[in-house]
């Protein structure tokens, strides 16, 4: 029983690893990071999903069935960490932009 | 009225030990609007505060066995109330507690050195503050018992290592601090989505619950994978150290000496998961020995790449790597054998003591040999080895304090740095004699590396650079002669660090039934 | 705090140990207080080697070990390869740990 979220999880998953390892340019690897956290965070979601669930509020749905309401916190956090996360990333290529003159991956002064 | 504030505190401890200093974190910016003494005043009474909490809760666990605090709770000891812990629990154990002081104490020392060593240097309201936050992760990383607030604990730690790192503002610490964040934030998205499997099938994310009703599926197995490389990554063993030298050479010289302690927390979290939630896997001897390759790999490559550097603080960043494999061959050889109780009680325990007591040597060795290049620094303002020449005319505490240094990392009686290696060459020479003899050639590497160093900074003439200004000034010696004093301390008495903290310490981690009691 | 540690070969006292360096370094002093007092200042001070006189100077970090470099010099090589520096290799690696990690571990399930 393979759902359609779990494959978005691992093609998300997949080209966000692949553009970490496979592009050469800073920006685009800060892009691979972010698709990748989008997937995890829809794993972590769909985890808790139950089928025609409502969101969880207690006040407004007190009886309908409600999806479970932890992988709904936890991705929260996970999202405002990942932006906390994403915009260091950015302003650490925009320095070294400022720096090197360049954001190619390759063109690094720190080796062996 | 003192007596019910101390009580409030030691009942309230584990949950103190970590909003103290995030609280006193986001009061700096505020203090330093006033003055920078009144800052330094604030820092380092906070710090003194956390220290304080820690040494209470430290003695609560060594007493009392393992400290359980649920937060939000009625009652703090109110774990599962229908038997489902469902909140979020912080859970102290020996482990725990051992790591949590090692990392206040580090950071006390860090921040009274940074005080001349940073000078009159712009954004340290930020520096300071980021110092509380990195020591709030750490100790929220070793404190808590929950997957989850684990990942957060550890983003916090990246995060705040991150903006340490970058702290100079040059196009190679930008540069590092890139390196760094990209490698750490994929690596907690592996802890996530590892916590998202186990929490998929279990509906628990505490560690302690998870452990209890763990069935081992593939799908766990793939998550222990996801945890294990992640961990090993935040600790710097090779093939995954790369992050380490570029971020401890440029960072500034007392962060490196944080930051060494930064990646022991990742150890710590590689050893809990790997003892606590998946100790029961049959399969778990394996890891074991994935651990023990991490570590010879560790130790052989790291030293082998430290001997040629030329900046001295890459060359240090290097041995970080090399001595962090000691801890994971010793701990790996008593995971690879904790399903035979006769080799555990043989050798297998004994190596772990030795894996445990080499971390606090480490911090404590470690710690000062950055402080000592950052006393170079502050003085030549270079890192280069080739520039350096004849120090030991201008600065002879300095070299004193290196001498201490060097010689207890290369395992030389009496340093500390040779007890806990003696106790892993032995055990581990049990297990198999190749890796022990391994193990020495590494140790002796590492004293070349460091005569290397030795004879490039402070013998030799004095060059006209280096000449310039005496010794250091006195807060930043007397930190480093506090580190020297501890070195020979426990060195001539390691059985005082060895009964009353590590050996309580692997008996906690070794002693999972106990660890999943504290909360079911 | 009487210093001994014990480990699974023995065990090991670091204060029986200092003061056996102690005693040794004693009895060192003693043995060279008994030498001759004939040492002249001058042509005696001059470090040589093998005849000539000893290189005046600093030996400069990167050109230490010299010997040790050449002989290892196909495993530095390999191991500056491996050293790139680039990010990405660094998250290369971290998926090729994961994808070992995980075939040892089904292998070892198996076992």
Redesign the interface.
């Known amino acids: 029983m393979i759902d359609i979220q779990m494959i978005a999880v691992v093609v998300l998953i997949a080209l966000g690893?692949s553009a970490?390892?496979?592009?050469?340019n800073?920006i685009k690897?800060v892009m691979g990071i972010g698709v990748m956290g989008s997937g995890v965070n829809l794993f972590l979601v769909s985890m808790g999903y139950v089928e025609g669930g409502v969101a969880p509020i207690f006040t407004n749905t007190p009886n309908l069935t409600m999806v479970l309401a932890t992988p709904q916190a936890l991705t929260l956090t996970s999202i405002v960490i990942s932006l906390a996360v994403t915009a260091l990333m950015l302003s650490f290529s925009v320095m070294i932009y400022s720096k090197y003159g360049s954001i190619d991956?390759?063109k690094?002064?720190?080796?062996? | 009225m003192i007596d019910a504030w101390l009580e409030f505190c030691s009942q309230n401890a584990p949950a103190l030990v970590i909003a103290i200093p995030l609280i006193a974190a986001f009061a700096t910016p505020l203090f330093s609007r006033i003055s920078e003494k009144v800052r330094n005043i604030w820092v380092v009474l906070s710090l003194l505060a956390t220290f304080r909490v820690t040494a209470t809760l430290l003695h609560n666990v060594l007493d009392n066995g393992q400290v359980v605090y649920t937060l939000g709770a009625s009652v703090p000891s109110l774990t599962a109330p229908d038997g489902f812990p469902f909140r979020i629990i912080l859970q102290a154990d020996a482990m725990s507690a051992f790591m949590a002081i090692i990392s206040v104490s580090m950071a006390l020392i860090v921040c009274i050195y940074s005080f001349r060593f940073m000078g009159k240097k712009s954004g340290l309201d930020k520096y300071f503050a980021l110092l509380l936050v990195m020591t709030a992760g750490m100790i929220g990383l070793v404190t808590t018992g929950d997957l989850f607030s684990m990942f957060v604990f550890l983003e916090l730690l990246s995060v705040a290592s991150a903006a340490m790192i970058a702290y100079y503002s040059k196009g190679e610490s930008a540069e590092a601090a890139?390196?760094y964040m990209?490698?750490s934030s994929?690596?907690a998205l592996?802890i996530l989505f590892a916590a998202g499997m186990l929490y998929g099938q279990y509906n628990l994310l505490n560690i302690a619950g998870l452990a209890g009703v763990i069935e081992f599926t593939l799908i766990d197995?793939?998550a222990?994978?996801?945890l294990?490389?992640a961990f090993?990554?935040k600790c710097g063993a090779v093939?995954?150290h790369?992050?380490v030298?570029?971020a401890y050479g440029e960072a500034p010289a007392p962060v490196s000496a944080f930051l060494v302690v930064a990646s022991q927390a990742g150890l710590y979290a590689l050893f809990r998961i790997s003892f606590t939630l998946f100790g029961g896997l049959?399969?778990i001897?394996?890891?074991g020995?994935?651990m023990i390759i991490f570590g010879l790999l560790s130790m052989f490559?790291g030293v082998?790449?430290a001997?040629?550097q030329?900046d001295i603080k890459r060359l240090m960043a290097y041995h970080a790597v090399s001595q962090t494999g000691y801890m994971l061959l010793g701990v790996g050889v008593g995971l690879a054998v904790i399903n035979d109780m006769g080799s555990l009680a043989?050798?297998g325990k004994?190596a772990m003591e030795g894996g445990i007591f080499h971390v606090i040597n480490h911090a404590m060795y470690k710690g000062l040999l950055f402080l000592t290049a950052g006393a170079i620094i502050y003085r030549t303002g270079t890192k280069n080895?080739?520039e350096?020449?004849?120090l030991a005319h201008t600065m002879p505490l300095t070299t004193i304090f290196f001498i201490v240094g060097a010689l207890s990392i290369a395992g030389l009686?009496?340093f500390n740095g040779?007890?806990s290696k003696?106790?892993i060459y032995?055990?581990v020479?049990?297990f198999n004699p190749l890796f022990a003899v391994i193990a020495m050639v590494v140790s002796i590497l590492t004293l070349?590396s460091f005569v290397?160093?030795f004879?490039?900074a402070f013998?030799?003439?004095k060059v006209s650079k280096s000449a310039k200004g005496g010794e250091v000034p006195l807060s930043m010696w007397f930190v480093m002669g506090i580190l020297a004093v501890l070195i020979i301390f426990f060195?001539?008495?390691?059985?005082?660090m060895?009964d009353n903290l590590v050996t309580p310490a692997v008996d906690a981690l070794l002693n999972q039934a106990g660890y999943i009691g504290g909360v079911i | 705090?009487?210093?001994?540690?014990?480990?699974?070969?023995?065990y090991?006292n670091?204060?029986v140990?200092?003061a056996v360096v102690i005693i040794a370094s004693v009895i060192v002093f003693m043995l060279r207080s008994t030498g001759r007092k004939t040492f002249k200042n001058g042509a005696q001070q001059i470090p040589f080697y093998s005849g000539n006189e000893a290189p005046r100077?600093?030996?400069?970090?990167?050109n230490?070990?010299w010997g040790?470099?050449e002989s290892?010099e196909k495993?530095?090589i390999w191991?500056?390869k491996?050293?790139?520096?680039?990010?990405?290799?660094?998250?290369?690696?971290?998926?090729?740990?994961?994808v070992i990690?995980?075939a040892?571990?089904?292998?070892?399930?198996l076992l």
Do not use: C, Q
Request: net charge positive; no cysteine; glycine share 8%.
């Open positions: 690893i970490a390892v496979l592009k050469r800073m690897v991956t390759r690094r002064r720190l080796k062996e | 890139f390196k990209v490698v994929i690596g592996m197995k793939m222990l994978v996801l294990f490389s090993a990554l093939p995954l790369m992050w030298s570029d049959p399969g001897a394996t890891m020995w994935a490559v082998t790449m001997i040629p030329k043989l050798f004994s080895l080739n350096m020449s004849g009686p009496p040779f007890a003696l106790m032995e055990s020479f049990l070349a290397k160093v004879h490039s013998m030799g003439p060195g001539i008495f390691p059985d005082v060895l | 705090m009487t210093g001994m540690i014990f480990t699974p070969a023995g090991w670091p204060i140990w200092v100077g600093h030996i400069k970090a990167s230490m070990y040790f470099f290892l495993y530095y191991l500056r491996m050293h790139t520096g680039i990010i990405n290799d660094y998250v290369y690696f971290l998926v090729i740990v994961i990690l995980m040892a571990l089904a292998l070892g399930g």
